[in-house]
């Protein structure tokens, strides 16, 4: 999962940072609301985090600028305010979700995770032919069996699983499942992708190979042709 985070206090910006990315997720930080906006326009989110104080540009702006150009990535605004006016404001701008500070890790957590359950899908779990992830447990299924996965494993296939059938370049794992500053010339991808295949596809000879590789595209995930 990626996310953009817009927070202008440094501590508490790089506090949630680190929080969210043990537990896997990918996180771009943006201390400039003109900054924050510019991205979010032009990469591909899952969640947008956006601190209603920003220089800038301010949250709520941002978000309407998004929505108004038909930008309907899940946005959680955050802030320090704590009347209904504010909470009405920025629900009106397009906001899917609001967090008052100070807040607990674990409840932004389950707000991001509400908001992208209810953007993607309606059932509780992902599914494909008889491989299940459920977001809210972490656990893998194929054919009932529970699949053990490392972090970086599940991020990857959490991310396939929201884009079924559709081909996912190098670049577009890189960007979602690591953060935007990551640049290496390894073959971490690679090394991924086999993993996830001896887990899902030939630690399962009964079932069809979910995986398939586009050569000079990239990967996806569903049923070959």
């Not at 890790?105 to 599914?127: G, M, N, W, Y």
């Given at each position: ?38 991205q979010?326009?032009?990469?591909e ?91 809210a ?18 991020a ?13 370049t ?16 390894s ?32 990967y ?6």
């Amino acid at each position: 999962m990626r996310i953009l985070l817009a927070e202008d206090e440094t501590l508490l910006g790089e506090s949630i940072k680190t929080g969210l990315e043990d537990e896997n997720m990918a996180v771009d930080l943006f201390q400039n609301g003109k900054d924050a906006y510019e991205q979010a326009s032009t990469e591909e989110y899952d969640v947008l985090l956006l601190d209603i104080m920003l220089p800038g540009m301010d949250g709520s702006m941002i978000c309407t600028h998004l929505r108004t150009e038909k930008n309907y990535t899940p946005i959680i605004m955050v802030t320090a305010k704590d009347t209904v006016d504010d909470k009405v404001t920025g629900l009106n701008n397009g906001a899917d979700d609001y967090i008052i500070k100070p807040f607990s890790f674990d409840e932004l957590l389950a707000r991001i995770r509400s908001v992208v359950r209810r953007a993607t899908v309606k059932a509780p779990t992902l599914s494909l032919d008889t491989l299940v992830l459920n977001p809210a447990t972490h656990i893998v299924t194929r054919s009932d069996k529970e699949i053990v996965l490392t972090g970086k494993e599940y991020a990857l296939l959490e991310y396939f699983m929201l884009h079924p059938n559709q081909v996912l370049t190098r670049e577009q794992i890189l960007s979602h499942v690591w953060d935007y500053s990551y640049e290496s010339m390894s073959n971490i991808i690679d090394v991924l992708m086999k993993r996830l295949r001896e887990k899902i596809d030939k630690a399962f000879p009964k079932e069809k190979s979910l995986f398939v590789t586009i050569r000079g595209l990239g990967y996806k995930i569903g049923r070959s042709e």
